[in-house]
């Protein structure tokens, strides 16, 4: 099976950089995503990688080290609209469905 | 087109009643997933489709959960019976092919909120 670990919740400020850490347990897995929730709405897709190393989109950034079982998630330059909650996904070898991490909270202040 | 869509958007029921719950998925879009979200958690996966059949039920929790696509595109989710611990958003999502790649990439509905009193 699968696990993933992130942080419950994150504090930041606008303007500021934070990083969401998310580590994983898995058999073997085809890449790791990252999805973003508003409250009550759909989570959507952020970023996924495939190979190790740094993907860049905009302002968020996201990172993979197969070796370590992890990655992260950066957002630059915080806005109040990145408060949300942001959740990290594998897709493993196994089966064509993501398995979620428990979700990271983001609350941006002014 | 329009995105994944779902419906009713708010479910309220009576322990022990079925419900069906509807999604829609992006016109085009041959694979298909449920999952389960509680309160303040992450998603838990419940069923995936790839055209009309469903490789992987693994994620249905128990025979009260049940699931069908028609045409390579409506799907509903059935539950029977429903239990208090059912209540949770049941969320759907659909992706042009079920791969490997960033092509894959899963598109959500707003949810399906549903109360079991």
């Known amino acids: 099976g699968q696990s993933l670990e992130q942080p419950s919740e994150v504090t930041a400020v606008e303007g500021a950089i934070v990083q969401i850490n998310c580590t994983y347990q898995t058999s073997g897995f085809y890449g790791l995503s990252w999805y973003q929730q508003h409250d009550g709405g759909a989570p959507t897709f952020l970023s996924y990688n495939a190979l190790d190393g740094l993907e860049e989109t905009g302002r968020f950034s996201s990172f993979l080290s197969r070796s370590d079982s992890y990655g992260y998630l950066l957002l630059q330059e915080l806005q109040m609209k990145d408060s949300a909650s942001y959740f990290c996904?594998?897709?493993?070898?196994?089966?064509?469905?993501?398995?979620f991490g428990s979700g990271t909270r983001l609350q941006v202040q002014p | 087109g329009a995105g994944v869509s779902q419906s009713p958007s708010n479910k309220v029921t009576e322990k022990g009643k079925d419900v069906e719950l509807r999604c829609d998925p992006i016109?085009?879009?041959?694979?298909l997933y449920w999952y389960r979200q509680r309160l303040g958690q992450g998603l838990e996966f419940l069923i995936y489709?790839?055209?009309?059949?469903?490789?992987?039920k693994s994620g249905l929790p128990s025979d009260r959960f049940s699931a069908e696509r028609t045409g390579e595109s409506v799907s509903t989710l059935t539950i029977q019976r429903t239990q208090q611990e059912d209540s949770a958003v049941y969320l759907c999502?659909?992706?042009?092919?079920?791969?490997?790649?960033?092509?894959?990439?899963?598109?959500f509905g707003p949810g399906t909120r549903l109360t079991v009193l």
């Open positions: 996904a594998v897709k493993d070898t196994g089966r064509r469905a993501l398995t």
């Open positions: 016109s085009g879009h041959t694979a």
């Open positions: 999502a659909s992706s042009l092919v079920a791969g490997q790649s960033v092509t894959d990439t899963q598109y």
């Open positions: 489709f790839q055209g009309n059949s469903a490789p992987d």
